[in-house]
């Protein structure tokens, strides 16, 4: 069973920082890309970024250029999002999503359709 799990939310103060945990299970990252969106308050969810197997990010919102960062480790099959400088329009639910990478070294999407196995999300809330 394809699964990711996210976790590393919490409350955070402005200019803060986090690190998103996004672990995968069921399958292999080596076939698959994970994407990044958000829900926040009263919004419909939205994609964020995500990083093909190259290693070429694709941002989806002009504001997390700059500081949001994806690495992976593939020894334990999970992608992590260091979001830094944090700012109170951060505010949302995070999730991790899944999409066969379709053998393509270049390919990531922002479309939630092309993502078949999503987490729960993770709650980010910047406020002092």
């Known amino acids: 069973q394809l699964q990711v799990v996210e976790s590393g939310g919490g409350l955070v103060q402005p200019g803060g920082s986090l690190r998103l945990s996004c672990a995968a299970s069921g399958f292999s990252l080596d076939n698959y890309v994970i994407g990044w969106f958000r829900r926040a308050p009263g919004k419909e969810r939205e994609g964020v970024l995500c990083?093909?197997?190259?290693?070429?990010?694709?941002y989806f919102l002009d504001s997390v250029k700059g500081r949001f960062t994806i690495s992976r480790d593939n020894a334990k099959n999970t992608e992590y999002l260091q979001i830094d400088s944090l700012k109170p329009e951060d505010t949302a639910i995070y999730y991790c999503?899944?999409?066969?990478?379709?053998?393509?070294?270049?390919?990531?999407?922002?479309?939630?359709?092309?993502?078949?196995?999503w987490g729960q999300g993770t709650q980010v809330t910047v406020s002092t």
């Open positions: 999503a899944a999409a066969p990478s379709r053998g393509l070294d270049n390919y990531c999407s922002g479309y939630l359709g092309h993502y078949s196995s």
């Open positions: 990083m093909a197997h190259s290693g070429r990010v694709s």
